[in-house]
């Protein structure tokens, strides 16, 4: 059900003469998709930095609320301009993304950070005055700078793996994989 409504919606989008034109022009789709990891290495940048402070691995003399409040505006800056060239790449390839493994585990695993660093952030504004000046965060806030710094590695490497066709639908897979890509008989 679920894989049919999303290769329903990948095929109206592979409709629209936009998507086409960006995806075999031969300057704009390679520009997308630069600025696409520029962005990515921006805001992870940033983001590992804030991690490690919240290791306790660097920066340890500096209160981790001033490296947050210094580095979010970029990081933020990053992830949105990440963002949207994310979806400009799905939109120029719909149908393959949308049928792409590595795809669907990158879109979990990106869902997966996001809770992350919502609770991450929660956590830490409420928690900051007493241990701001410690050289390591309290245990919880490592834990949660861990599993992002692990998720983050994840999303990246996804993010790469789905240029290469080990999975795609029009190879011959096992039925779980095929139900993983999300593979719909045209």
């Known amino acids: 059900m679920l894989n049919q409504l999303l290769f329903d919606f990948a095929q109206w989008l592979d409709t629209f003469e936009l998507s086409t034109r960006l995806h075999e022009s031969y300057y704009m789709y390679n520009w997308v998709e630069s600025t ?23 920066l ?6 001033r490296i947050a409040a210094r580095l979010n505006i970029p990081m933020m800056i990053g ?3 990440m963002i949207i060239t994310g979806l400009l790449l799905f939109f120029a390839v719909p149908v393959r993304t949308t049928q792409s493994i590595w795809f669907r585990i990158k879109f979990v695993l990106l869902f997966a950070a996001a809770i992350n660093a919502w609770l991450f952030h929660k956590k830490m504004n409420e928690s900051v005055a007493t241990w701001d000046n410690e050289p390591k965060a309290p245990r919880r806030l490592r834990y949660a700078a861990g599993f992002s710094l692990g998720l983050w590695a994840g999303v990246v490497t996804t993010g790469r ?3 290469y066709d080990w999975y795609d639908c029009y190879r011959v897979q096992s039925d779980l994989i095929a ?3 999300g593979c719909m008989a045209e």
């Open 36 to 58: 696409h990891v520029v962005a990515l290495m921006i805001s992870l940048g940033m983001l590992f930095i804030i991690d490690m402070r919240m290791l306790g691995l660097t």
């Open 60 to 65: 340890t003399n500096v209160p981790a609320s």
């Open 79 to 81: 992830f949105t301009i």
């Open 161 to 163: 793996l789905i240029a």
């Open 179 to 181: 139900w993983a890509a």
